[in-house]
């Protein structure tokens, strides 16, 4: 079992910045990678950024430049840094994370992220 706590959400205004932390605790020897997805009202979840255990990264078009995701092996945390904020990064964002064994996919509660003036 793996738990992820996210944190960090907030409100701010448009073109601000905000940075969204998960920490992993539990059975996280087997992590093979770490993402951040969001979900906005009305909407699928979609994919934002993840890091792999070898630190490759990975981003949605969407937040290519604005964000960007780092990781703290000491901490066992995972960071999403996010500028430039836009009204419709507005979302729940969540934190996953996966491995290679069958069923090891776990996510967090999410944190709430609303870009508004």
């Known amino acids: 079992q793996v738990q992820l706590v996210e944190s960090g959400g907030n409100l701010v205004q448009p073109g601000g910045s905000l940075r969204l932390s998960c920490a992993a605790s539990g059975s996280i020897v087997s992590i093979k990678g770490m993402a951040w997805h969001r979900q906005a009202p009305g909407k699928q979840r979609e994919f934002v950024a993840d890091i792999t255990s070898s630190g490759s990264t990975d981003y949605a078009d969407s937040v290519k430049g604005r964000f960007t995701i780092s990781r703290d092996n000491a901490k066992n945390t995972v960071y999403l840094q996010m500028n430039s904020l836009k009204p419709e990064d507005t979302a729940v964002y969540s934190c996953?994370?996966?491995?290679?064994?069958?069923?090891?996919?776990?996510w967090g509660q999410g944190t709430q992220v609303t870009v508004s003036s």
């Open positions: 996953n994370a996966w491995g290679t064994a069958p069923g090891y996919d776990y």
